[in-house]
């Protein structure tokens, strides 16, 4: 296992499992209004300095994201590259909080990144269908982990949820957590899957007393990915979570956010739902790829008050 | 870190602009498609700052009577004879230009009402205009929307309007008129007259005949005087309902037909299996829209024990994240009190809930020094005998009781002098069916609050008034159904 020289280290992970929560224990979820809710945060204007001090937030919450087949070593070292300084020459902006690529490009990813804050986060157990038994996406996760990942994102079986056979996702995320270790645990609900508000919020709560660090909306590999009203169903699950065993959960929204404004309106949302308290890097991510530019191109606006082309952001 | 970063929980300013049109210094009345000058006038001043904005003409009984004439006549010789086709261009034109100068609206509602932008902005401008559209679309259907029904016009129609939403209520009382073939004279609130004005330049650039709408402003000896005008046929008042008692006298024996809509006192009814996030928020939209100064405001919450410390809790966090302030800022929740008058009601009635026992919380946050302002209260520990259950306190303070039974939830919810509005909170439809079914309430919602639609009809029970507006029921408030 290879080990990072001078990586900042979040604190030590929680290892506290709650029993298995039933349905009836998780609030029912009105569509409209959940909806609606999103939508009133979209109306915040954020301006001046309140804007660039939330801009220069979220790019550090980014998880640098690459995850093709396609995907070569070459890549994945100029996507380090890219998340250690994503705007070069300007150190206030940065770095990103992980790159996230498949287990296969770990240890090229815990290399390039050494000596750096930027943490190494593997998707796991059979991304993104999560359609295989367990002891082999169980081994996945040890082998990721010994490649020196410091998160692993699994993905739940959702066929499974739709069945009904609930328990089976607390246990094998349970059972994830566990073979994680030190490393942090992110859940992927696949929310676009599950369909049902009621749905997520459930998978979030079974998720969290399993013993998820973080949950997490989507793999970004079906249509329906992450939605400001979905997010909002996690993020008040974190909240009620939080009031009844005092533990805090990480969020992160991946998928589908692809430019600044939106992801300053998930910003708010998450000030608004659970307070500043969550508003760094070790409570909140952005899984996106494109969004990262978006970011360093409304940065530059504020500070030069002009667009720059996109051939000032570099391409990787 | 400044006051304004984004993680110590602020906004930096981001107000609205307000210099793309323009507040004339003065208006005067608008009768018979021209301006009227009047001997009296009165300032009309911004709530939230105390700056007059303009000065508008003050009608009085040779005005009034004026306006009238020019309406009798306009509806004798144009509008009545007019194709229902015909009205209905007018309405659609009407109805697009309100679109196109919809910012110039609500930055002239926020600023001589006191409202939010963002609820001027998405809410009252907006509606206004599909109050228009609606009533456009059947001005020559009227046949079809009262079949087997001669219909026919009434007459001329006066029209009295109250503050809390100048332009959307003259949007709610002039279209249902005009789409009937009704000529109109209207009297637009004391603090509040501009957006009824400018609707009035936005009639002259639509070209609608001259008479076809009057509009004139001054305080209530002019709404008195519009009411027992002999000539006029039918009466709409939106208003409180001490004045809505006074015009139901002066109509009596007289002929004249009227709707009043007035008063509420609206339960908002919340059971153990609600979705609870979603009815906080809703709770402070229906309380708490428009400083509270709805008169189908859910100023009443019932809910049920099991759950009653979760919402309260909840409904506290949620209640500091409120942004009391300039009324013009983007990110503003709460505005201005409409008026100085208002403002000293509400503390009154306040100051009497904490006599009588009730529990008072407000958050945390202060509000600016000028201006005419409060903070969203709530009350715990209320009981049915208490003044401020009982009473319309038109401003945002809520008044909770709990309940164990829906029996309980019903008869108290009930028993009230009022009955415009209610809503019904809990995810299992059979008790949606039955307890909205058992309130004594004009609209009652179902999982929301407060929403506002044309087709819609919209009035009271009781003291809350009288007649329907919107929807069909509304549109035949305007006309004469002969069988």
Redesign the interface.
């Known amino acids: 296992m290879l080990l990072k020289e001078g990586a900042i280290r979040f604190p030590v992970v929680s290892n506290e499992v709650f029993p298995f929560p039933t349905r009836r224990d998780s ?4 569509q ?3 909806e ?2 999103a939508q009133r945060f979209c ?9 660039v ?2 801009l220069k ?1 979220a790019v550090t919450m980014l998880d640098v994201t690459t995850l093709e087949g396609a995907d070569s070593v070459g890549k994945v070292r100029q996507m380090c590259q890219k998340a250690m300084r994503p705007l070069p020459g300007d150190p206030s902006v940065g770095p990103a909080a992980a790159v996230c690529v498949y287990p296969r490009m770990v240890g090229t990813a815990v290399k390039a990144v050494q000596g750096s804050p930027v943490q190494v986060a593997a998707v796991a157990t059979q991304f993104p269908s999560g359609q295989m038994r367990l002891k082999e996406r169980l081994d996945e996760v040890r082998y990721a982990v010994g490649e020196g990942a410091d998160e692993i994102d699994m993905v739940i079986s959702r066929g499974q949820f739709l069945q009904g056979e609930y328990r089976a996702i607390y246990d094998e995320v349970a059972a994830c957590k566990e073979a994680c270790g030190k490393a942090h645990l992110k859940v992927i609900l696949e929310t676009g899957e599950l369909t049902t508000y009621d749905n997520v919020r459930y998978a979030s709560d079974m998720a969290m007393a399993a013993g998820a660090d973080f949950i997490k909306t989507s793999t970004g590999k079906v249509p329906i990915a992450a939605t400001l009203p979905v997010t909002l169903v996690m993020l ?1 699950a974190i909240e009620d979570f939080y009031e009844r065993t005092g533990r805090m959960v990480g969020m992160k929204p991946a998928g589908g956010i692809s430019n600044a404004k939106l992801a300053l309106q998930y ?1 708010v949302m998450v ?2 739902v659970l307070g ?1 308290k969550w ?1 760094t890097n070790q409570w909140f991510r952005f899984g996106a790829s494109s969004l990262t530019n978006d970011l360093l191109m409304q940065i530059r606006k504020q500070e030069t008050g002009r667009y720059q082309s996109g051939d000032y952001f570099t391409q990787d | 870190m ?1 006051a ?11 107000p609205e602009s307000a210099d793309h049109f323009e507040i004339k210094k003065s208006y005067d009345l608008f009768i018979g498609g021209k301006w009227v000058k009047t001997a009296k006038r009165f300032e009309t001043t911004n709530p939230a700052t105390g700056e007059v904005l303009s000065e508008v003409g003050l009608a009085g009984k040779k005005e009034v009577n004026q306006a009238v004439k020019a309406a009798r006549r306009a509806y004798d010789g144009v509008w009545s004879k007019m194709s229902g086709a015909e009205r209905g261009k007018y309405l659609f034109r009407i109805a697009r230009l309100l679109q196109e100068r919809a910012r110039e609206f609500a930055v002239v509602e926020t600023m001589d009402g006191g409202k939010p932008i ?1 609820e001027s902005r ?1 809410v009252d401008v907006p509606l206004a205009a599909a109050h228009f559209f609606y009533h456009a679309g059947w001005a020559d259907k009227l046949a079809y929307a009262f079949p087997g029904c001669e219909v026919a016009p009434i007459g001329v129609v006066g029209q009295v309007i109250p503050w809390n939403f100048p332009l959307l209520m003259a949007a709610w009382k002039i279209a249902p008129a005009l789409a009937c073939g009704n000529t109109v004279v209207l009297k637009p609130a004391e603090t509040t007259p501009l957006t009824a004005l400018k609707l009035a330049e936005l009639f002259e650039d639509a070209g609608l005949p001259a008479g076809v709408v009057n509009i004139i402003t001054g305080a209530g000896e002019t709404g008195q005087a519009l009411v027992e005008h002999p000539d006029v046929d039918k009466v709409a008042f939106t208003g409180s309902t001490a004045v809505g008692k006074t015009i139901r006298r002066a109509v009596a024996g007289t002929g004249k037909r009227f709707t009043l809509e007035l008063g509420g006192k609206a339960a908002n009814i919340v059971f153990e ?7 906080v ?2 709770i402070v939209n229906g309380i708490f829209f428009n400083q509270g100064h709805v008169c189908c405001a859910g100023s009443r919450l019932f809910v049920q024990e099991s759950v009653a410390d979760k919402v309260i809790k909840k409904l506290q966090k949620r209640m500091e ?1 409120l942004v009391v302030g300039n009324p013009l800022d ?2 503003t929740d709460i505005g201005a009190i409409n008026s100085a008058e208002q403002l000293a009601r509400i503390k009154a009635l306040v100051k009497i809930g904490q006599e009588e026992g009730a529990c008072m919380w407000q958050p945390s946050g202060g509000v600016p020094r000028k201006g005419n302002w409060f903070k969203p209260t709530l009350f715990t520990e209320c009981a049915q005998s208490q003044r401020i259950v009982q009473e319309e306190i038109f401003g945002p303070v809520l008044a909770i009781q709990t309940f164990r039974t829906p029996q309980e939830a019903i008869a108290k919810a009930n028993n009230t002098q009022y009955g415009l509005s209610g809503g019904v909170w809990t ?1 299992k439809g059979s008790k949606i069916f039955k307890v909205t079914t058992a309130l004594k309430a004009g609209v009652v919602w179902a ?2 609050f407060n929403k506002f639609d044309p087709t819609s009809p919209f009035g009271g029970y009781k003291e809350s008034g009288i007649g329907r507006e919107g929807g069909l029921h509304g549109l035949s408030a305007y006309c004469q159904l002969i069988h």
């Open positions: 609030p029912v979820i009105d409209v209004g959940v609606e809710r109306a915040r204007s954020l301006k001046k300095e309140t804007k001090t939330a937030l008040q910003l000030r608004e500043a508003l | 400044s304004n970063d984004f993680l110590s929980g602020g906004f930096a300013p981001a963002r998405d299996d609600a979705p609870i996030n979603e009815a928020e809703g994240l983007k990110n995810d999982n929301t």
